[in-house]
């Protein structure tokens, strides 16, 4: 898999390229400021991208903003973008395209290698994967908004884990259920929040989080 | 355009009112100086001071109407001497009203006539020339034209109009005029403008500190009982687990996992204390982006109105948040309220803010630290507050700060 890495702490560059060749990535290009990024994402066509949000030289959202550019160019170009925060309006702009491919992840998630190189993984391959705590906002403004009022609690655990990304094996495997009682708890969230359910995981995904965002 | 002729109107109708009001004043300014003329006889320095007063209160109503009518802002100067005559004879302010109360009507009162006559004159001219022209022969003349016949009286008519317009048009300006030769005459004196200002400044100066230095002992408690603390229970773990390390892997193990979830938690304390100080969002995007992504959190329907040009000084953006921060937790806590409208503006080097929310009204200022608090950091910048919030709503915030524009557009506002 060829990755193009943009960290601009040499530390924690140095430290995420050695994390990802140990678990069989390539660095293509690993770079340290906004217009670099840009030229290596369009230049190199890598499998997916994995981008600091806060990046030289103006040390603001350059990271992403270079990371949407690209995907505008390239639509479906996957990016998996790190931050020190998550921000509910960075998320929507991620996901403002509607065809996944992206990733939006704490930056403190990289110290579990195996979960994050999984994340990196699930992206590159045209996935959504939202980082717990955009999941778990969602969930609570939902809670106070009333929209997911109708749910178990145990309906609600599958539902932040599904919206996070996760795949009915890996819901299954953290919540120690059998597959196919997951399948069973989320055809009862759908039906009970009215979402047109899906075969396809992505889409899926997507589904739940447009409805926690409304 | 209806509403523009309507104000027009009403303008001209307050010459109308300015220029009567300016012989009302006459009549107070011959007062104070028939008292003035019977301080030899003694009788004056009884008569002084209530005159003083009664002037005072007309130049109070003067400035009062200028702001009313016209927004021109006059300062007030220094609030009279309660004291006897001489007090209000050593007293500035005293004789710029008197200035003004003997000024007024000449100049004051010409100035906004000048509409009048031509409304006036107009109007007799389209209402009445038509029929009087066959009474009155050949020597009727209105203005420049001889009416002796239908096309001359036609042309009368149309003349009256066309005066009639020019002087409902020319009203508001002419009444903008007048304010401002009132502002020149009424305004207290550069030097006490100067005072007040320092006074202010004085007073902002050391709420600014004081907010800076509570900051500051905020941050520096937030440190020591949060990541400084997890960090040395780290360090302790660490220390534990590097001697287990031999002996009994399994608990060194078990310790290296606590110590990643204390790492997580350090982190997790420095972002909210990060967030705290200064937004990402706000540092990344400015205020528009960053009052969006309030709203995002935010569980009310919030509606964002966001007309920024660029990016706002730094400070003002972070004064701007917070107080949207403030109002919106406020809707959220008090308010009842189910939707909130945001507006931002920029314009004429103010920022506007107002926060309207459909719940049940009846904030306070006065009640809460929240309101004072916020306007006391707006006050640093000069910026104001306005609260309106009748019993049962909707409740209506307007805060406005002046300031410069740092940047011009460079990214989604």
């Known amino acids: 898999m060829r990755v193009v890495l943009a960290e601009d702490l040499f530390l924690l560059r140095d430290g995420l390229i050695r994390t990802l060749e140990e678990h069989g990535c390539e660095v293509v290009a690993a770079v340290d400021n906004g217009p670099a990024l840009l030229r290596a994402l369009l230049d190199e066509e890598p499998d997916v991208a994995v981008v600091d949000v806060r990046l030289p030289p103006t040390f603001t959202d350059e990271g992403l903003q270079a990371a949407l550019e690209a995907r505008r160019k390239r639509p479906g170009l996957p990016v998996l973008v790190l931050s020190q925060y998550v921000e509910q309006l960075y998320a929507n702009e991620l996901l403002a395209t509607g065809d996944g491919a992206v990733g939006y992840l704490l930056k403190d998630r990289v110290t579990d290698t195996a979960q994050f190189v999984d994340a990196v993984r699930r992206v590159a391959a045209g996935g959504t994967v939202m980082d717990p705590q955009v999941i778990a906002r969602l969930l609570s403004r939902g809670e106070a908004r009333g929209t997911v009022g109708s749910l178990t609690a145990r309906e609600r655990d599958v539902l932040e884990l599904m919206a996070e990304g996760r795949s009915n094996a890996a819901v299954a495997a953290t919540l120690h259920f059998s597959e196919s009682a997951v399948a069973k708890h989320t055809a009862s969230i759908f039906a009970k929040l009215g979402i047109a359910p899906s075969a396809d995981d992505n889409r899926r995904v997507l589904a739940v989080l447009a409805y926690l965002k409304r | 355009m209806a509403s523009a002729f309507i104000r027009a109107c009403v303008a001209a109708w307050r010459c109308q009112l300015a220029s009567l009001l300016a012989l009302a004043v006459t009549a107070v300014g011959t007062l104070v100086v028939l008292a003035l003329l019977l301080l030899p006889v003694g009788v004056g320095f009884r008569l002084l001071p209530p005159a003083a007063r009664l002037l005072r209160a007309a130049s109070d109503r003067a400035r009062g109407r200028a702001a009313r009518w016209t927004d021109v802002r006059i300062s007030p100067p220094e609030p009279l001497p309660a004291g006897p005559a001489r007090a209000v004879l050593g007293d500035e302010g005293f004789w710029r009203d008197l200035g003004w109360a003997w000024l007024e009507p000449v100049v004051g009162g010409l100035l906004v006539a000048v509409p009048l006559v031509f409304i006036e004159y107009g109007v007799f001219g389209a209402l009445v020339q038509p029929f009087v022209w066959r009474l009155l022969g050949d020597t009727n003349w209105y203005a420049f034209v001889l009416v002796h016949?239908?096309?001359?009286?036609?042309?009368?008519?149309?003349?009256?109009?066309?005066?009639?317009?020019?002087?409902?048009?020319?009203?508001?300006?002419?009444?903008?005029?007048?304010?401002?030769?009132?502002?020149?005459?009424?305004?207290?004196?550069?030097?006490?403008?100067?005072?007040?200002?320092?006074?202010?400044?004085?007073?902002?100066?050391?709420?600014?500190?004081?907010?800076?230095?509570?900051?500051?002992?905020?941050?520096?408690?937030?440190?020591?009982?949060?990541?400084?603390?997890?960090?040395?229970?780290?360090?302790?773990?660490?220390?534990?687990?590097?001697?287990?390390?031999?002996?009994?892997?399994?608990?060194?193990?078990?310790?290296?996992?606590?110590?990643?979830?204390?790492?997580?938690?350090?982190?997790?304390?420095?972002?909210?204390?990060?967030?705290?100080?200064?937004?990402?969002?706000?540092?990344?995007?400015?205020?528009?982006?960053?009052?969006?992504?309030?709203?995002?959190?935010?569980?009310?329907?919030?509606?964002?109105?966001?007309?920024?040009?660029?990016?706002?000084?730094?400070?003002?953006?972070?004064?701007?948040?917070?107080?949207?921060?403030?109002?919106?937790?406020?809707?959220?806590?008090?308010?009842?309220?189910?939707?909130?409208?945001?507006?931002?503006?920029?314009?004429?080097?103010?920022?506007?803010?107002?926060?309207?929310?459909?719940?049940?009204?009846?904030?306070?200022?006065?009640?809460?630290?929240?309101?004072?608090?916020?306007?006391?950091?707006?006050?640093?910048?000069?910026?104001?507050?306005?609260?309106?919030?009748?019993?049962?709503?909707?409740?209506?915030?307007?805060?406005?700060?002046?300031?410069?524009?740092?940047?011009?557009?460079?990214?989604?506002?």
């Not at chain 2, 982190?267 to 709203?295: S, T």
């Not at chain 2, 926060?355 to 009846?362: A, E, L, Q």
């Open chain 2, 149 to 413: 016949s239908t096309p001359t009286m036609l042309a009368a008519l149309a003349l009256g109009l066309a005066f009639t317009a020019a002087g409902v048009c020319a009203a508001p300006a002419v009444l903008r005029l007048h304010s401002r030769w009132g502002r020149w005459l009424l305004s207290a004196p550069r030097s006490t403008e100067l005072a007040r200002r320092v006074d202010r400044l004085d007073r902002t100066r050391t709420q600014a500190m004081d907010t800076q230095a509570a900051e500051l002992r905020r941050i520096e408690r937030d440190l020591h009982d949060g990541a400084q603390a997890r960090l040395v229970a780290l360090g302790m773990t660490l220390e534990r687990a590097v001697r287990l390390l031999d002996s009994d892997p399994p608990t060194a193990r078990e310790l290296l996992l606590d110590v990643r979830r204390t790492s997580a938690q350090a982190l997790e304390d420095l972002r909210g204390l990060v967030r705290g100080i200064h937004p990402p969002v706000l540092a990344d995007r400015g205020l528009g982006d960053a009052v969006r992504a309030l709203a995002l959190d935010c569980f009310l329907d919030v509606h964002i109105e966001a007309r920024l040009p660029g990016r706002l000084p730094s400070p003002v953006e972070s004064a701007a948040y917070f107080a949207v921060s403030e109002m919106l937790a406020n809707a959220v806590k008090h308010s009842g309220a189910r939707e909130v409208h945001i507006a931002l503006e920029y314009e004429g080097a103010l920022l506007r803010i107002t926060v309207t929310d459909n719940g049940r009204g009846g904030a306070d200022v006065s009640r809460g630290t929240g309101l004072t608090g916020v306007r006391r950091r707006l006050d640093t910048f000069d910026g104001t507050l306005a609260l309106h919030s009748p019993p049962g709503g909707p409740t209506t915030v307007t805060m406005e700060i002046p300031c410069a524009l740092s940047s011009p557009k460079t990214s989604s506002c």
